[in-house]
């Protein structure tokens, strides 16, 4: 099969800055006197994990917090800085059991019942998440965030884009509201509006990926790859992996973009983007067993969450290099009713259905791949592969003809010329 280009999805293949947690708008912890030998050691262990929850070592704050309970199980004022810390390492549940043992006594703590909800919409609990919305509506900036993140996360952005605005206009110097409008408008491609939004470099590593994702829709790759580079070395953002890599696959540096994939993938085992990203990457080098073995996880049952469409496309593209042609057909139709498109999908569709000895549907789809990509070389030549197995000599010699005259690498024209030879 003839290595392909990686069509860029922006939904796909781009990743996006995640919501970004409020700062630490909790209760107040105060002293108690008299305290016992095992309520002092409680609070020192408070204390110690506050610092380090500020300090971004969030899963030792973790431990922290959860040795202070067990020492004082009467302090219900942790369990909202244990909530927000397994809440930020994505621990929905375990958050949201927290919060509620700490709601069990506190029921009217609005704050609390607000920073409840970011577990909520992690866990995609939306009939809860919308129940609690209708009973908490306000103005304030707290409330006007999760009903943002909560469209965001469900990817309605235009729904997210006006109580973020809102939020922001409220909170101006909130970084985290900032962020999330910023997403929220590149998702709906309103580019240079989320670039002129944020902060100046350097204030934010999540500013800077989402900063590389504007420069990249407004079309100056250069300067995004700039931006993603200055994030690799602290390993902070796999996003900021993943997006390199993905633009280095467009201008054919598959190797490094593999490399990079994998590193991302080592960073995150269980990163969607990462394994579908990855999987590409194998598909292109040919390496389709590999391919579905990253790809396994991911068509379990419950092993994937949002739409499956790219899922699909690539898992079909990947049982087409194995051979596997019927199921390759199944997941590629799959992908078409999702809504996937573009002149790759029709060439695996194309070249599919050739080797099911569909012809007629075959060469439907082929016309189409060299409608929407009329400069890919490939697509020209796979379209005269299939007038000759037509019996049709003069149209696969305009194919042949139209490829020559695109096709740069010399080894691989050479036995196309000869074979025009042969037609003409």
């Known amino acids: 099969m003839k290595k392909r280009l990686l069509v860029l999805v922006l939904w796909s293949g781009m990743a996006w800055a995640q919501p970004i947690i409020p700062g630490y708008n909790l209760p107040y912890v105060p002293n108690r006197v008299p305290e016992s030998a095992d309520m002092r050691e409680a609070r020192f262990l408070f204390a110690e994990g506050q610092r380090l929850h500020r300090q971004g070592q969030t899963s030792r704050a973790v431990d922290l917090y959860r040795k202070a309970l067990t020492a004082d199980p009467g302090r219900l004022e942790y369990r909202p800085y244990l909530a927000q810390a397994l809440e930020s390492l994505a621990q929905h549940q375990d958050a949201l059991e927290q919060y509620d043992l700490y709601l069990a006594e506190e029921g009217q703590d609005v704050k609390i019942r607000r920073a409840r909800l970011l577990p909520l919409i992690g866990l995609k609990r939306w009939e809860e998440v919308d129940a609690e919305l209708a009973v908490l509506e306000s103005q304030h900036p707290d409330y006007l965030l999760y009903k943002g993140l909560s469209w965001l996360e469900r990817r309605q952005p235009a729904r997210a884009e006006g109580p973020l605005r809102a939020a922001l206009a409220l909170q101006g110097d909130r970084l985290d509201i900032r962020l999330n409008l910023?997403?929220?408008?590149?998702?709906?491609?309103?580019?240079?509006e989320g670039l002129d939004l944020l902060p100046a470099g350097g204030t934010s590593p999540r500013a800077d990926l989402?900063?590389?994702?504007?420069?990249?829709?407004?079309?100056?790759?250069?300067?995004?790859?700039?931006?993603?580079?200055?994030?690799?070395?602290?390993?902070?953002?796999?996003e900021a992996t993943l997006n390199l890599a993905t633009t280095l696959a467009e201008r054919g540096q598959d190797a490094q973009a593999l490399r990079l994939a994998a590193q991302a993938l080592d960073q995150q085992p269980n990163s969607q983007a990462g394994r579908l990203l990855y999987a590409r990457l194998?598909?292109?080098?040919?390496?389709?067993?590999?391919?579905?073995?990253?790809?396994?996880?991911?068509?379990?049952?419950?092993?994937f969450e949002g739409s499956r469409v790219y899922l699909h496309e690539v898992t079909g593209w990947t049982l087409l290099g194995l051979g596997r042609n019927q199921e390759a057909l199944d997941y590629l139709n799959q992908a078409v009713k999702l809504g996937a498109g573009g002149p790759s999908l029709e060439n695996n569709l194309a070249l599919v259905l050739t080797r099911l000895s569909r012809l007629d549907e075959a060469l439907l789809h082929?016309?189409?791949?060299?409608?929407?990509?009329?400069?890919?070389?490939?697509?020209?030549?796979?379209?005269?592969?299939?007038?000759?197995?037509?019996?049709?000599?003069?149209?696969?010699?305009?194919?042949?003809?139209?490829?020559?005259?695109?096709?740069?690498?010399?080894?691989?024209?050479?036995?196309v010329r000869n074979r025009l030879k042969e037609l003409r």
Request: proline share 6%; no cysteine; net charge positive.
């Open 182 to 192: 910023v997403t929220a408008l590149l998702l709906q491609n309103k580019s240079q």
């Open 282 to 303: 194998l598909n292109r080098a040919a390496r389709y067993s590999e391919a579905l073995t990253v790809l396994r996880p991911l068509l379990e049952p419950d092993g």
């Open 210 to 238: 989402l900063r590389g994702v504007a420069l990249h829709q407004l079309n100056q790759p250069a300067e995004a790859e700039k931006v993603w580079r200055t994030l690799l070395p602290s390993q902070e953002l796999v």
């Open 366 to 415: 082929q016309l189409k791949a060299v409608e929407l990509a009329p400069q890919q070389a490939s697509a020209w030549y796979l379209l005269g592969r299939l007038y000759e197995k037509r019996a049709q000599p003069k149209q696969a010699a305009s194919a042949y003809e139209k490829y020559l005259a695109l096709e740069t690498d010399e080894s691989a024209a050479r036995p």
